[in-house]
């Protein structure tokens, strides 16, 4: 309980424009209430999936993509521990009164020095947005996060859960679904039909394809926070995606930095073949 409450102050220090302001905390009846900011507009996933909040438009869906992205780079690099948030998902992604986006509950988050491993024994965090690796190790690292808000950007840009259950196996899980729009060069039919032919195909496109490498099994594979809103803000572009023979590649590309190359071999899919390969250059 004195771990928990230290962190929480801790928290409580963080001031960023897309992070939810954390106020305070009260316990009443053994319970721990923490206390942030009114959000006008509630939480992202209301405006997805239930009909009684308006559609939102591409614009607006690009944009609070952008400012949770602003958000958990500044949970990640911009402030003096390293701050693992441990629940990045579309019901945790609040919107105020002009709908800016902003990371909320930090409940489950945990922090650490700068060049010390995080120290975490248990899985914490929501189905659907897991990281693979969470399940074999326990131990929660800057790229789970990641993997989460690569689910985050499929579902804004597809409209559908992680995992639906309702669904049909092969459409249960949204990245293995979105995999196979992918495989098929048919990406663009994976958006949400709520947006009708309003978008802008370029975004939508960079969306698609950043939300499956952020969501690729492979930590080592995924991009960083500061990759991810570099190729969001269009201030790096995002090496093209094609699809080879025997494997999904990302075709090589440079930048003032120079060439960035990685090479991985498991596929996307746990269910996929192994010749359903990723590789990234």
């Known amino acids: 309980m004195r771990e928990f409450i230290a962190e929480i102050a801790s928290i409580g220090k963080l001031r960023h424009r897309n992070l939810v302001r954390l106020l305070g905390y009260c316990r009443r009846k053994g319970e721990l209430l923490l206390v942030y900011d009114f959000m006008f507009n509630g939480s992202l ?19 609070i993509l952008r400012d ?21 998902k579309a019901s945790n992604i609040l919107l105020d009164a002009d709908l800016n986006g902003r990371l909320g509950d930090f409940g489950l988050s945990r922090l650490y020095d700068r060049g010390t491993n995080a120290q ?22 800057i790229s789970a996060d ?17 995992i639906d259950l309702h ?17 098929r060069g048919s990406l663009l039919e994976a958006r949400d039909c709520k947006l009708g032919n309003d978008y802008v195909v370029k975004e939508l496109e960079l969306v698609l394809k950043l939300g499956l490498l952020c969501s690729h099994p492979v930590p080592a594979a995924r991009p960083t ?8 803000d269009c201030d790096a572009v995002l090496p093209e995606l094609s699809l080879g023979v025997a494997t999904i590649s990302v075709l090589a590309t440079t930048n003032e930095k120079g060439l960035d190359h990685f090479s991985f071999y498991p596929a996307l899919s746990e269910k996929a073949s192994t010749a359903d390969s990723l590789s990234f250059h």
């Open 45 to 63: 996933d209301k405006f997805l999936f239930s009909s009684e909040r308006p559609v939102l438009n591409w614009d607006q869906r690009y944009k």
């Open 68 to 88: 949770v992205a602003s958000g958990l780079l500044y949970l990640h690099e911009g402030w003096e521990q390293v701050v693992l948030h441990r629940d990045v």
């Open 120 to 141: 975490t024994s248990h899985v914490a965090g929501t189905l659907g947005y897991l990281a693979h690796e969470l399940t074999r190790t326990g131990k929660a690292t």
């Open 146 to 162: 990641v993997f989460s808000f690569g689910v985050v950007m499929l579902e804004v840009a597809c409209g559908r859960r992680p």
């Open 167 to 183: 669904a049909s196996p092969e459409e249960e899980n949204l990245v293995d679904w979105v995999t196979e729009f992918w495989k």
């Open 225 to 232: 926070m500061r990759q991810v809103t570099q190729y969001l």
